[in-house]
């Protein structure tokens, strides 16, 4: 093994923790920003310990920001009575570039997965509960992602939110099976968010009103 400076090995060691880099890359990086101008490398250094001092959980929707509330929650030309709930911060921001949603969003922080011992009970439901009791809330949408938790997920969300008498949604099929809603194209995700069908109607809907997602 060559002798790297300690410091070298160090950061190729924190690079090789970041998804999707392995040792090669990790060390090409560490290369480039030897090389790279000081300021550069000061700011970046500086933006990463930054995000972990500024940036919070919004208490109400669960999504990410740096002041309390968060711009979607606070924002008044944004529907209140939509709200559309997403597994991760990411996939708020896939949907929001869509440019097809005006409503608010709700963050899951994950899905429920048994095999990895995630229940309901680790997951951001409670606000959303809350949120639905409010009498604010006229439609929730679920855009969990097309996979086995994702779908278990709103399913269990769709029976848990019914007794509050909120119409549920879930969006349509236009994201492929198995995938992950924040690769999904701007076109596709939009595609979906607009053809979303009830999964439980609201009590005046099996009364015989219009369906959920129509209007
Ligand atoms: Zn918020």
Not at 70 to 98: G, H, M, N
Request: charged content about 30%; aromatic content about 4%; hydrophobic content about 35%.
């Amino acid at each position: 093994m060559t002798r790297r400076p300690q410091s070298l090995t160090t950061l190729i060691a924190y690079l090789k923790k970041l998804p999707g880099i392995g040792e090669r890359t990790a060390e090409r990086l560490a290369f480039w920003l030897l090389k790279a101008p000081e300021d550069d490398v000061v700011g970046l250094a500086g933006a990463i310990a930054h995000i972990k001092e500024a940036i919070r959980f919004c208490p109400e929707c669960g999504g990410l920001t740096e002041e309390v509330p968060c711009a979607f929650c606070s924002d008044p030309k944004r529907d209140a009575s939509v709200v559309c709930v997403v597994e991760a911060p990411d996939d708020l921001y896939a949907i929001e570039r869509t440019g097809v949603f005006n409503g608010h969003y709700h963050v899951l922080q994950g899905v429920i997965a048994p095999l990895d011992g995630i229940g309901p009970e680790d997951l951001h439901i409670g606000p959303l509960e809350e949120r639905c009791r409010s009498g604010r809330v006229r439609e929730v949408i679920l855009a969990t992602s097309p996979t086995t938790e994702g779908e278990a997920t709103a399913l269990y969300l769709a029976r848990r939110l019914e007794p509050l008498g909120v119409g549920v949604t879930r969006i349509a099929r236009g994201v492929p099976m198995g995938g992950d809603i924040q690769y999904a194209d701007k076109m596709t995700l939009g595609k979906a968010i607009e053809g979303r069908t009830a999964l439980r109607k609201t009590k005046e809907d099996r009364e015989g009103a219009r369906d959920v997602g129509e209007r």
